[in-house]
């Protein structure tokens, strides 16, 4: 079982819908979850992080952590187009010297108009 | 903006040759990471560095070397290439060098060992 699960997708959606990406994971030492958005042929970019459990919102994304079901999920509100990407989740452990993100294969989302 | 440039995005090597990509930072991070990244098996870490002259395998590091020998340049180093490592080269830095969690990464090199 790999430590970080997310389904490849692709997930299409109409443009104007909540989409709802996720990811499990099974180390109980992650503390930090991260969400990269990667366009086609471009490197992955950070959308947000999160320490712990909760929400975290920065404009039509909110993050939430869900630790006792080991469950993160990225929620993006009237989606649009140019949200038509791969979405990355990572998470890293907040202790044991050495925060190397491990990062889930990425879910892929299609936008249509 | 920080800034992560790969050397080239495109490379066609044959088996065997000694391959070299590079990756330049203008943020003065002191984290530095290799992944590749294939279809179905996400990002995978090749080796990261903390510092200068200072370097740490990933996940992968069979088949691959890296050089540190300033801080703001990180090589990956492939010592013979082969087809199997055919994919997509990302070099990445981090803003926070305790955490990881603010990564930055570059555009990627295609790389294609035939």
């Known amino acids: 079982q790999k430590e970080v699960e997310q389904d490849p997708g692709p997930l299409s959606v109409p443009e104007g819908a909540i989409v709802s990406l996720n990811c499990t994971y099974s180390?109980?030492?992650?503390?930090?979850f991260m969400w990269y958005r990667q366009y086609s042929r471009k490197g992955p970019e950070l959308l947000m992080y999160?320490?712990?459990?909760g929400n975290k919102e920065d404009g039509r994304f909110t993050a939430q952590v869900d630790k006792s079901s080991k469950y993160i999920s990225l929620f993006i509100r009237d989606s649009q187009p140019s949200d038509s990407a791969t979405y990355l989740c990572?998470?890293?452990?907040?202790?044991?010297?050495?925060?190397?993100?491990?990062f889930g294969r990425g879910t892929s989302l299609i936008v249509h108009p | 903006d920080v800034k992560v440039t790969q050397s080239s995005r495109y490379l066609v090597k044959r088996t065997g040759e000694k391959v070299f990509l590079e990756c330049v930072q203008d943020?003065?991070?002191?984290?530095m990471f290799w992944y590749r990244q294939d279809p179905g098996l996400g990002l995978r870490l090749i080796y990261f560095?903390?510092?200068?002259?200072?370097?740490e395998k990933g996940d992968i590091p069979e088949g691959y070397s890296v050089s540190r020998e300033k801080k703001e340049r990180f090589s990956l180093i492939l010592e013979s290439a082969s087809t199997n490592q055919t994919s997509m080269y990302l070099c990445?830095?981090?803003?926070?060098?305790?955490?990881?969690?603010?990564?930055?990464f570059g555009q990627g090199t295609r790389l294609t060992v035939v």
């Open positions: 990445a830095t981090d803003h926070n060098w305790v955490t990881n969690t603010e990564a930055f």
């Open positions: 180390n109980s030492a992650f503390q930090y």
């Open positions: 943020m003065d991070h002191e984290n």
């Open positions: 999160t320490y712990s459990s």
């Open positions: 990572a998470m890293s452990p907040a202790s044991g010297g050495s925060y190397i993100p491990t």
């Open positions: 560095s903390y510092d200068v002259k200072m370097k």
